[in-house]
């Protein structure tokens, strides 16, 4: 079956401007969750998605946005980008959450 | 402190050997433990999962869980080339309705020589 998938794979965008990423879950999984990986602080938890519910969201401000459709179809917000926020933003997917995440390849975003 | 600590490497080991991972924590609410494996260029691959304290075996992987130590191991038998990678221990605290996310090591990284 598909797996997890994350588009686009990879973005340039320049300090100030904004950009959605997606993620498409694997069929029947009803949880999403976001990550950021980056070499100094690793995997962080943005936040969750179940049933287009916001559940829980980690430490990170409020430029950092998401929404989950009825098709469990996720997708991100980063708005008044910076430089700091150059990562790899990882979702991951899973029938409700708690453990047995499945993760997607990841956007690599790159903020100049 | 960081909640989870692992050793970032590079662990250099030759082919054939028992490779040893671990991972220490500070929040006694966990309750599920977790190791992924990460390719580079690649999201993580989730390789194991354990609940609560106890040994769990699948093929060439075992994962031990110390919840008294606050302590989680996995070792690798008859490592392989194939095996190198970024091995990522992960745990939550599931509560029931919900989830806090995952907090995850920085990883540990993997060589397997040859």
């Known amino acids: 079956k598909a797996g997890v998938t994350q588009t686009p794979r990879y973005l340039i965008k320049t300090r100030g401007q904004q950009v959605t990423l997606s993620c498409s879950p694997i069929s029947g999984h009803r949880s999403v969750s976001w990550y950021q990986q980056t070499p100094g602080q690793g995997l962080q938890f943005l936040f969750e998605y179940f049933s287009e519910t916001q559940r829980n969201k980690g430490n990170f401000p409020g430029r950092f946005s998401g929404r989950q459709f009825s098709n469990s179809r996720s997708e991100m917000n980063v708005s008044t980008l910076e430089l700091g926020d150059s990562a790899l933003y990882l979702c991951?997917?899973?029938?409700?959450?708690?453990?047995?995440?499945?993760f997607g390849s990841g956007t690599r975003l790159t903020v100049v | 402190q960081k909640e989870v600590e692992q050793d970032p490497g590079p662990l250099s080991v030759p082919e054939g050997a028992i490779v040893s991972l671990n991972c220490t924590y500070s929040n006694s609410a966990f309750q599920y433990f977790m190791w992924y494996r990460q390719y580079s260029r690649k999201g993580p691959e989730l390789l194991m999962y354990t609940y609560s304290s106890g040994n769990k075996e699948d093929g060439r992987f075992t994962a031990q869980v110390d919840k008294s130590s606050k302590y989680i191991s996995l070792f690798i038998r008859d490592s392989q080339p194939s095996d190198s990678a970024t091995y990522l221990c992960?745990?939550?605290?599931?509560?029931?309705?919900?989830?806090?996310?995952?907090?995850f090591g920085k990883g540990t990284h993997l060589i397997i020589q040859p």
């Open positions: 992960a745990m939550s605290v599931q509560q029931r309705g919900g989830a806090d996310g995952l907090t």
């Open positions: 991951a997917s899973s029938l409700s959450g708690g453990y047995g995440y499945t």
